[in-house]
């Protein structure tokens, strides 16, 4: 789902600060969901999931203050568009780990994994995402929170040689919680066996 009206987007990712506690926002989107919803769409949230300068400033403006930044370092936490101009180590984490991905798209598909092999890994990860998402969000997908998604079983199951590997895995996916990452290799592992695929 994408937020046609800025200000139900705002609402949300203040939502998740509302207990007081440290949160993350993050908005998931793709230019075929702007082009999807380009009626719908107010002309400032298109600009929001457009913009190629800071997403705080452009909050801020939005709502008639500066932004300042953070003074305290120990709360640093850049924005996905000021990441790529950081020079701290958390930031650069991060776009080398991006780059990765990028590098690893260009790449061809597993030629060595028989296409009934990677359609098996597609549709067990695929169901194995859906059920983690039910179980963290009580009924309701959360796969934004989880990061289990679609895309990420397409991607993982066009480079299985390469993911198979754990350590590969979790150093090109940083943001899946390592007990993910566990399973999908287990599922990625089966599948393979039950091919006779060796690597």
Do not use: W
């Not at 400033?57 to 101009?85: E, P, W």
């Not at 067990?124 to 009580?138: P, Q, R, V």
């Amino acid at each position: 789902m994408i937020f046609s009206l800025f200000l139900a987007y705002v609402q949300e990712i203040g939502r998740a600060g509302c207990d007081g506690f440290p949160s993350t926002a993050r908005l998931f989107v793709n230019s075929s969901d702007v082009a999807a919803n380009k009626k719908h769409m107010s002309d400032e949230m298109r600009q929001f999931v457009k913009l190629e300068s800071c997403r705080r400033v452009y909050l801020n403006d939005y709502f008639g203050s500066a932004y300042t930044g953070v003074n305290d370092l120990s709360l640093h936490d850049c924005c996905d568009i000021c990441r790529k101009n950081c020079d701290c180590s958390d930031c650069q984490l991060v776009v080398e780990a991006d780059a990765l991905v990028a590098e690893l798209d260009t790449l061809d598909d597993t030629p060595s994994v028989p296409a009934a092999c990677r359609q098996e890994a597609k549709s067990l990860l695929e169901s194995y995402f859906y059920e983690e998402n039910m179980c963290i969000g009580e009924g309701i997908l959360l796969q934004g929170v989880t990061g289990l998604s679609t895309q990420l079983a397409d991607k993982i199951v066009k480079k299985m040689d390469k993911f198979v590997k754990l350590d590969i895995l979790a150093d090109t996916f940083p943001n899946i919680r390592d007990h993910y990452l566990k399973n999908i290799v287990l599922i990625l592992e089966t599948c393979c066996m039950a091919y006779d695929v060796q690597f």
